[in-house]
């Protein structure tokens, strides 16, 4: 009894342990580079389930599983004799990257598509799409487009190959396109052209640089001569500004020079005229002593007589006082304007000249109005005339002198006393008769000038008679 139940403890104990042992190997963990598909009855109502990375419990019986790799394959196409827009035929060899990508819905697709494929018939099978793309890709595109944009080639081959790629759940990682070449040697020519081409704008490029270095270097060279141009202008122009302020300094010095000997001339005519009009001072107060001398000699005879040519002695006395007064403000007015038109100083000058001469006029004026007040006689009418005499002299030679003598007739035959000498004297007494002119003036002249012609009386005419017709008549 011990026994049996013995057994059945280790069967049971042994079922246990198979079934925790088989439970254990269906519980799978898919590494991070390959996908664990789960197909089977997966309840997700899909074909399959695709896990990448984590763990996942097989429900034995009802489920099953396998594996598919992430790793990259890499796939050289040996692309010969595609034809090119131009029927040029091409060789294109390319090295391609491939895999099975990891979105969800492509990976779906690859495990529908690749789930027990190896990876060599993945790679067969990817080479052959890749293939067909590039054929059509090259036959859209000319010969110096394939040659020379390569960008172009590689993006119109990788777009068709990873649209085709997807189908199949894998994706393009990365497209290289080694080599292009051409059996009729049209790639080889248009590097030769572009060689020759790069040679001919590289020279060019040379010859441009030597010639932007030759340009660069003529420019310098001006720009050097104009720098010493402008700085030799500059110079110039600092020069003559020196000379300039140089010359304003001297005019700024000769014209202060020229202000202080104006000033000192000014000071000295002042100075003379002072000297002149204390000069004037001092001869009309010497005028007066003497009027006041030959005023106390005076007599006092004839006072009826000499009132009345005292008064005729006034009144020609103003006369000339106001003419001589009326002569100084003339000359002082004229003094004094062209002191104005030569400056302060000789206004100074001509003043004092012109004061001195009124002065003089006018002290001349009153001491002959004192003079004829102070007389009583014809001495003082006299003193006046004589004093008068040279000016009167002058004029009276003036006047001869003016006459024009073409012929002179002598009609005596020269045998008169005298001759031509006396015909100039009777001239001259014709010409001016002094006497007679200061006589209708009212002016006795004394007697030093002269005595009175005595004039011979006209006898009056014979009376008629009174008689009849039978008077005798006078013969």
């Keep these: 009894m011990d026994l049996i139940q013995i057994v059945f403890a280790g069967v049971g104990i042994l079922f246990l342990v198979i079934v925790i042992a088989t439970a254990l190997g269906r519980f799978k963990m898919c590494p991070p580079d390959k996908v664990l598909v789960v197909f089977g009855k997966t309840g997700s109502g899909q074909s399959s389930q695709c896990i990448n990375g984590g763990a996942k419990f097989i429900v034995p019986i009802f489920q099953s599983y396998g594996f ?10 040996e692309l010969e004799d595609a034809l090119s827009s131009q029927k040029i035929r091409v060789s294109v060899p390319s090295n391609f990257t491939i895999a099975i990508s990891k979105k969800p819905e492509l990976m779906m697709a690859a495990a529908n ?10 790679s067969q099978l990817a080479q052959e799409i890749i293939t067909g793309q590039m054929r059509i890709v090259i036959a859209t595109m000319t010969i110096e487009e394939i040659n020379s944009d390569r ?31 051409d059996k009729s040697g049209y790639i080889d020519a248009l590097g030769k052209e572009a060689a020759a081409k790069a040679i001919n704008d ?34 110039t122009v600092g020069q003559n500004k ?40 001092a001869q009309k107060t010497a005028e007066d002593v003497r009027a006041t001398r030959e005023q106390a000699s005076l007599s006092a005879t004839e006072v009826s007589r000499a009132n009345v040519d005292k008064q005729k002695a006034i009144v020609n006395a103003e006369a000339v006082a106001a003419v001589a007064r009326t002569e100084a403000e003339g000359r002082a007015a004229a003094i004094l304007t062209t002191a104005t038109a030569e400056g302060k100083a000789t206004q100074a000058r001509l003043e004092g000249e012109a004061a001195g001469q009124k002065a003089l006029l006018l002290g001349k004026a009153e001491g002959f109005k004192e003079l004829v007040a102070a007389s009583t006689g014809p001495e003082a009418i006299s003193l006046i005339v004589a004093q008068q005499l040279t000016e009167i002299v002058r004029l009276t030679s003036d006047s001869v002198a003016k006459l024009k003598i ?28 002094l006497r007679e002119i200061m006589d209708s003036l009212g002016v006795k002249l004394p007697g030093l000038l002269g005595t009175e012609v005595a004039t011979t009386a006209v006898p009056p005419p014979p009376a008629k008679p009174s008689g009849g017709p039978g008077a005798p008549k006078a013969s």
Excluded: H
């Design 202 to 235: 590289a020279q060019i490029r040379v010859a441009q640089e030597n010639q932007r270095g030759t340009i660069g270097q003529a420019e310098a060279v001006r720009d050097q001569k104009i720098k010493v141009a402008e700085a030799e202008a500059l110079q």
């Design 151 to 181: 960008e172009k080639l590689i993006g119109g081959i990788s777009t068709g190959v990873e649209r085709e790629l997807e189908k199949l759940g894998l994706e393009l990682i990365n497209c290289n396109i080694t080599d292009i070449q």
């Design 242 to 281: 020196a000379q300039m302020d140089i010359a304003d300094s001297n005019a700024a010095l000769a014209k202060r020079q020229a202000e202080a000997s104006k000033v000192a001339q000014s000071a000295k005519l002042v100075a003379d005229a002072e000297a002149v009009a204390s000069g004037y001072a």
């Design 113 to 122: 598509r690749l789930l027990g494929k190896s990876d060599e018939e993945i």
């Design 406 to 433: 073409d012929k002179i007739v002598v009609m005596d035959g020269g045998s008169g006393k005298g001759g031509v000498e006396k015909l100039v004297q009777d001239l001259y007494k014709g010409t001016i008769p």
């Design 68 to 77: 598919m790799s992430l790793r990259p394959m890499n796939i050289k196409i």
